[in-house]
C-alpha cells in the first residue's frame, strides 16, 4: 500500500534524478516535469514538498523556492522523517559535535554551520569568540530562523561556551535571486538585552584580531584559510615576505609572528590597510611589518628590474569569477598575478597562492599554475597542497563546496 505523505509532489527530469540519486541536493526550476498535489497543496514559499522519478520513486524532502532556479534544496532522503523542532536541533547538534572533534581548540573562531555541508542549504553561521554571525541565502531557512538561532545559542551556552549575541548579515545579493531583501543587524534574543557592540576580539594561530562583525566584509572576517595561514607562518622565519591582497593582514601577520625578517602588506583598500595596520599593531609587530595602499596587478610589474626584493610573496585574491561563464577572463588574472610573483622571487623563493573560487576548479588551477611557470623559465617545487579548513566540510557529492585552492611551492 503506497504510503501518505503530508506533501505536494514533484517529480522531476531523469537528469535531475540521477544527480539526486548521486548525492547533490539541487533541482532547478527547468528539471521539474509535473506537480502532484493529490496528497497536499504546493506550500508557501519555503515550505517542504516531496521529490519524485518520473517512476513515482521517492527522492527526498526538501524546500521550495518560487523566485530561484535553484527551486528545490533537499534536507532529508529519509521518507521516515519528520521535520519539527526535534530534528532541526539533532541537526545543530551534530554540527557543534563535528567542530568541537575537528578544531579543538580552535573552536571559539570557527565556522559552524557550512550551508548544504551540514544539511542547512543556504544558512551560514560563524563564531567569532563570544558572537555569532549568521548569512541566511535560502527563503527556507529565512522561514526556520526564529527556531534555529536561538536553540544553537542555547546548545553551545549548555555546553559551557560564552555567546553575546547572534548579527545576521544579509546585505549579500544571493538573497535577491530567493525574493529576500537585503538587511543586517542583531538577531533579538527573547528576554535579552541588544549587545551593546558588534565589535570582538578573536586569537587564530596565536595573532589577535579586532573583528568588526557589521561592517567586515562576508561575515566579520575570513576563517577558511586558518590552517593555510599557518603553513605560511611556519616557512617565514627569517624571509623577506610580500603579502598580496592582504585584507586584514592576517597572512601578513602570520609571516611576521612566525619569525619573519620583514613583511610588506598590500591591499588596494585604503580601509583594509588601515585594519591590518591596527592588527598588527594590536600584536606589536608594526616594527616588522609596512602597510601599501596598491593595485596588486600594478605593482607586481613595477618591481620587476628592482633585483629580488622577496624571498616569498603571498597570493590570495578574491574571487576572480562566480560563474563559468568569466572563468576564462578570472584565469588570465590569476595567471597574470602568478607569473610576475614567480619571476620577482629568486631561486630558491617561496610562494603561497591560492583561490577561493569554486568555478576556477583545481584542474583548471593547476594547468593555469604549469603554464605561469613555464612562461616565467621556472619549476615549481610543491611543498603543501591544502583546501578550506574542516570547519568548512566538503561534501564529494556536492563540488560547491570543494572552493578553497591552496599551494605553497618552493621555486627552482
Known sequence: MKQERPYAGFTVTKKAEASLVKGHPWVYDAEILNID??????????????????????????????????????????????????????????????????????ISCCRLIFGEADQFPGLTVDRFNDLLVTQTLSVGMERL?????????????????????????????????????QNKGWFPLEGEDIPDSPVTEIMENGVRYRVDVENGQKTGFFLDQKYNRLAVARMAKGLRVLDCFTHTGSFALNAALGGA??????????????????????????????????????????????????????????AFTKSRRTMDNALRGY??????????????????????????????????????????????????????????????????????????????
Open 37 to 106: 498535489e493529490s496528497s497536499a497543496p504546493v506550500p508557501e514559499n519555503g515550505g517542504l514538498v516531496d521529490v519524485l522519478s518520473t517512476k513515482g520513486r521517492y527522492l527526498g524532502t526538501g524546500f521550495i523556492s518560487e523566485s530561484s532556479k535553484i527551486r528545490i534544496r533537499l534536507i532529508s532522503r529519509n521518507a521516515n522523517d519528520t521535520f519539527g523542532e526535534d530534528f532541526w536541533l539533532r541537526r545543530l547538534k551534530y554540527a557543534w559535535e563535528y567542530r568541537k572533534t575537528v578544531m579543538q581548540e580552535d
Open 261 to 318: 625578517a620583514h613583511v610588506t602588506a598590500v591591499d588596494i583598500s585604503a580601509s583594509a590597510i588601515e585594519m591590518a595596520r591596527a592588527n598588527a599593531d594590536l600584536n606589536g609587530l608594526t616594527d616588522r611589518m609596512d602597510f601599501v595602499v596598491a593595485d596588486v596587478f600594478d605593482l607586481l610589474p613595477s618591481l620587476e628590474g628592482k633585483g629580488h626584493p622577496y624571498d616569498m610573496i603571498i597570493l590570495d585574491p578574491p
Open 145 to 181: 530562523k526564529s527556531l534555529l538561532f536561538p536553540a544553537l545559542v542555547q546548545i553551545l551556552r549548555e555546553d559551557g561556551q560564552t555567546i553575546r549575541g547572534v548579527y545576521e548579515r544579509n546585505d549579500a545579493a544571493l538573497r535577491d535571486r530567493e525574493g529576500l531583501p
Open 335 to 412: 595567471k597574470e598575478i602568478n607569473l610576475r610573483a614567480m619571476k620577482l622571487l629568486p631561486r630558491g623563493g617561496y610562494l603561497a597562492t591560492c583561490s577561493c573560487s569554486h568555478f576556477a576548479d583545481e584542474a583548471h588551477f593547476k594547468a593555469m599554475l604549469r603554464s605561469a611557470a613555464a612562461d616565467a623559465g621556472v619549476s615549481l617545487r610543491q611543498i603543501e597542497g591544502r583546501q578550506q579548513g574542516p570547519d568548512h566540510p566538503i561534501l564529494w557529492n556536492v563540488d560547491e563546496t570543494d572552493y578553497l585552492k591552496f599551494f605553497l611551492f618552493q621555486v627552482v
